[in-house]
């Protein structure tokens, strides 16, 4: 029965290691170097909506268009890729919205996560994703006050929408934005290239949070 119980806890490690492994990813080349993104499966339409826009090359040139310290990094206006010095971005996307793919609490804020950008409550009650414009998540390491009043917040949210224990612990121990959760499809994480996040997030920016030097996104491509 011991020998037993061994294979199946293998068995079940060896299927969680081979669904991480199927996970698409990709690779974001930026002028500050790559960042590796694996994309979760959970969240199949913007999955498939991201490697679409990956393949047919419309992130390339784009901008890192909104940077701010100890939150997020912001890119995926189309409207960046020819944007003037001092220009306010942040306004340009395509004709569609993803219907929101919220997945707590599989799914959630933590520092490296990935998710898409959208308009405001008043204007998109349904919470759905902009077509393109995505931010990857940095977050300060929160205080077990905030991380329990974030609880609360949530438990009020219904849905099934809670925050575990083990998202408490990464929200106090390693970072990320537990405000944000059940608002925002997260879609992604970084497996590779924290630490290119971490220098975007050193650089200066105007007062529309636009880095004074652009942080350009080379190319975005697809590991087959």
Same mark, same amino acid.
């Given at each position: 029965?011991?020998?037993?119980?061994?294979?199946?806890?293998?068995?079940?490690?060896?299927?969680?290691?081979?669904?991480?492994?199927?996970?698409?990813?990709?690779?974001?080349?930026?002028?500050?170097?790559?960042?590796?993104?694996?994309?979760?499966?959970?969240?199949?339409?913007?999955?498939?909506?991201?490697?679409?826009?990956?393949?047919?090359?419309?992130?390339?040139?784009?901008l890192?268009?909104?940077?701010?310290?100890?939150?997020v990094?912001?890119?995926?206006?189309?409207?960046?890729?020819?944007?003037?010095?001092?220009?306010?971005?942040?306004?340009?996307?395509?004709?569609?919205?993803?219907?929101?793919?919220?997945?707590?609490?599989?799914?959630?804020?933590?520092?490296g996560?990935?998710?898409?950008?959208?308009?405001?409550?008043?204007?998109?009650?349904g919470?759905?994703?902009?077509?393109?414009?995505? @931010?990857? +998540?940095? $977050?300060?390491?929160?205080?077990?006050a905030?991380?329990? &009043?974030q609880?609360?917040?949530? /438990? =009020?949210?219904?849905?099934?929408?809670?925050?575990?224990?083990?998202?408490?612990?990464?929200?106090?121990?390693?970072?990320?934005?537990?405000?944000?959760?059940?608002? @925002?499809? +997260?879609? $992604?994480?970084?497996?590779?290239?924290?630490?290119v996040? &971490?220098?975007?997030?050193?650089? /200066? =920016?105007?007062?529309?949070?636009?880095?004074?030097?652009?942080?350009?996104?080379?190319?975005?491509?697809?590991?087959?």
């Amino acid at each position: 029965m011991k020998h037993l119980a061994i294979s199946f806890i293998m068995a079940f490690a060896l299927a969680g290691a081979l669904q991480a492994a199927a996970r698409k990813a990709v690779v974001v080349q930026t002028t500050l170097g790559d960042i590796r993104i694996e994309l979760y499966d959970e969240t199949p339409a913007h999955r498939d909506n991201f490697l679409k826009l990956a393949r047919s090359h419309f992130y390339d040139s784009v901008l890192f268009h909104r940077v701010v310290r100890n939150f997020v990094v912001q890119a995926g206006d189309p409207g960046s890729k020819r944007a003037e010095p001092g220009q306010m971005l942040g306004g340009g996307t395509l004709d569609y919205r993803i219907p929101a793919e919220i997945r707590l609490p599989r799914l959630y804020h933590k520092r490296g996560a990935v998710a898409m950008a959208r308009e405001a409550d008043e204007a998109n009650p349904g919470r759905e994703s902009d077509a393109c414009q995505f @931010y990857i +998540v940095w $977050g300060k390491r929160h205080s077990t006050a905030v991380v329990d &009043e974030q609880r609360q917040r949530l /438990d =009020t949210l219904g849905g099934g929408a809670t925050m575990t224990d083990e998202m408490a612990s990464t929200y106090r121990k390693v970072g990320g934005l537990p405000q944000l959760d059940g608002l @925002y499809t +997260v879609f $992604g994480e970084v497996t590779e290239g924290l630490d290119v996040v &971490e220098r975007m997030l050193e650089a /200066d =920016t105007d007062d529309y949070d636009r880095p004074l030097d652009d942080i350009r996104i080379i190319a975005v491509r697809v590991e087959e």
